[in-house]
C-alpha cells in the first residue's frame, strides 16, 4: 500500500521559517504530482502550492516569494520550505498526491489520490 507521512509543524513565531516533509513510501509506480494543502480552523482547505513530475511549480498568492516547494524524487521525499511565516499560516498542512501503485506478485495497477494525515503549524505573533 502506499502511505504519505508529513512531518516538521511545530509552533513557531512570526516572521520564523519552518520546513516540511512528505515522505511516499509503498508499491509506487509514479507521482504526477505533489500538492501542499492547509486547512485552518473552521476554513476550508486550501492548496497552498504544488509540484509537478517535470518540476514545475505553483503557489497560491499568499505564499508565492515565501514558499519554496521541491521533490527528492531518489527519495521519494517532498519539502515545502516556508519563510517569513504570517500567523494567518497557521493551520494543519497535508500532503496530497495523485499515485499510480500496484499490487506486488500481480498486473494489478491502480490511481489514487493518497492524503497524509496532517501535521500542524502554528505560528504566534
Known amino acids: 500500500q502506499v502511505q504519505l507521512v508529513e512531518s516538521g509543524g511545530a509552533l513557531v513565531l512570526t516572521g520564523g521559517s519552518l520546513r516540511l516533509s512528505c515522505a511516499a513510501s509503498g508499491t509506487i509506480l509514479s507521482i504526477r504530482s505533489i500538492n501542499w494543502y492547509r486547512q485552518a480552523p473552521e476554513k476550508q482547505r486550501e492548496l497552498v502550492a504544488s509540484i509537478t513530475s517535470d518540476g514545475t511549480t505553483d503557489y497560491a498568492g499568499s505564499v508565492k516569494g515565501r514558499f519554496t516547494i521541491s521533490r527528492d524524487n531518489e527519495q521519494n521525499t517532498y519539502y515545502l520550505q516556508m519563510n517569513n511565516l504570517k500567523p494567518e499560516d497557521t493551520g494543519v498542512y497535508y500532503c496530497?498526491?495523485?499515485?499510480?501503485?500496484?499490487?506486488?506478485?500481480?498486473?494489478?495497477?491502480?490511481?489514487?489520490?493518497?492524503w497524509g494525515q496532517g501535521t500542524q503549524v502554528t505560528v504566534s505573533s
Open positions: 496530497n498526491a495523485p499515485v499510480v501503485a500496484y499490487s506486488t506478485g500481480t498486473d494489478r495497477k491502480w490511481g489514487y489520490n493518497y
